[in-house]
């Protein structure tokens, strides 16, 4: 679309492509957000197993 300009277009692209793969799309975006930070943290063990079967870097933080 020609009148739509997209921030971040890697990290939508990887979101999209994690969310293809069977993350929640919400939960694709936050990680992706977090690209480049060391960790990212949470306490979703769901969100926590499907990202490492993506080689996504995650922190599991118990409650």
Request: aromatic share 6%; hydrophobic share 45%; net charge negative.
């Amino acid at each position: 679309m020609e009148n739509v300009n997209i921030e971040n277009e890697h990290k939508i692209i990887s979101a999209l492509q994690w969310h293809q793969k069977g993350l929640d799309f919400a939960d694709a975006l936050h990680l992706a957000g977090s690209l480049q930070a060391d960790k990212f943290a949470s306490f979703d063990k769901k969100l926590i197993k499907k990202a490492a079967g993506l080689n996504v870097s995650i922190t599991l933080l118990e409650p």
